[in-house]
């Protein structure tokens, strides 16, 4: 069957720098749900439209239709003494823990910036004695990626999925802060308890 809005598509994927520097490679292939519920980038989703079983591609994605342009004010630096130890490069955490004083004023500040700042997933980049650095940006955020990708499956969605907007057995990219001695091994880097979607963006 062909690619149209409704259809769950399964495609094993290469990604890489616009150097061709080996981001990632599936392992299994990755499954989303086509037809605008925000499964993959709008980008690849128009390459594979109407396509079938088979299909391969390869495209560039700029910065603002990957994982966006970086951002400088969501680089933040804290201190030491605001997180549990030990404390690690590649840890994340759900917003930046308050000390007593933040939280007794906390009726006075902007509650509605408060909660933006807090749904934010911050990685720590870099550690000091007293200081930590932590990054809300995408790792690939300000990057031009490039995908070779290969339709290997699809099939109609279901009632439910369509109702859900996500494939029941959706999984996708999952891509996280690394070295580049640990290319072959990025799902290792994934914390188990940090609930990321199973798209590809």
Known sequence: MKIEKNTVVSLIYRLTDAQDNLIEESS???VYLHGGYAGT?????????????????R????????????????LRIE???????????GMQFEGIPNTEEEEENAEFADLEEEEDLDSLIYTITDLAEDRVVLDANHPLAGMA???????????????????????DDQIGLQ???????????????????????????
């Not at 339709?151 to 999925?161: L, N, Y």
């Not at 996280?176 to 640990?182: A, K, N």
């Open 28 to 30: 299994d292939p990755m």
């Open 41 to 57: 980038f709008p980008k690849i989703e128009e390459l594979l439209e109407g396509q079938e079983i088979g299909f391969e591609t």
């Open 59 to 74: 495209v560039q994605l700029e910065p603002h239709d990957a994982f966006g342009e970086y951002d400088a004010e969501l």
């Open 79 to 89: 201190n030491r003494d605001r997180f549990p130890e030990p404390l690690e490069v």
């Open 145 to 167: 990626i490039r995908f070779w990708l290969q339709v290997t499956d699809t099939r109609p969605a279901s009632p439910e999925e369509i109702e859900n907007g996500r494939a």
């Open 175 to 201: 891509v996280d802060q690394f070295d580049d001695e640990d290319d072959e091994n990025l799902d290792d880097l994934l914390p188990p308890d940090l609930d990321r979607p199973g798209t590809l963006h």
